[in-house]
């Protein structure tokens, strides 16, 4: 079982729901609620969906940010990591490189 500060040393590739970040050109901070979410305007999943920080969720009609972690400038707050935040990483990046691969083909 990983302990205190070996959490930060495991191989991260993406950042924990509850994170909260800066996007390159966004002057907003924007907390992390979900990852691996289908696009319907540009038909791509993304890597996040956030809400903008402080506010949260307002309003049923809100909709979501959707970004890629290529778009994330600054990390403001990482969020919480246990075993099981280890292992979806570890499943994510596995299932994201497994489609990088079937695409090669």
């Known amino acids: 079982?990983?302990?205190g500060v070996?959490?930060?040393l495991f191989e991260k590739?993406?950042?924990p729901v509850g994170s909260v970040v800066g996007l390159k050109n966004d002057s907003r901070r924007l907390l992390i609620i979900g990852r691996q979410l289908y696009s319907e305007t540009n038909h791509v999943i993304r890597d996040y969906a956030a809400l903008e920080y402080p506010n949260g969720f307002v309003s049923s009609k809100e909709k979501f940010?959707?970004?890629d972690r290529t778009d994330i400038e600054i990390i403001y707050h990482y969020g919480y990591v246990d075993e099981k935040e280890v292992e979806l990483d570890r499943l994510l990046y596995e299932a994201e490189y497994k489609g990088e691969e079937e695409e090669e083909k």
């Open 1 to 3: 079982m990983l302990k």
């Open 65 to 67: 940010i959707l970004f």
């Open 13 to 15: 590739h993406y950042v």
């Open 6 to 8: 070996t959490w930060i």
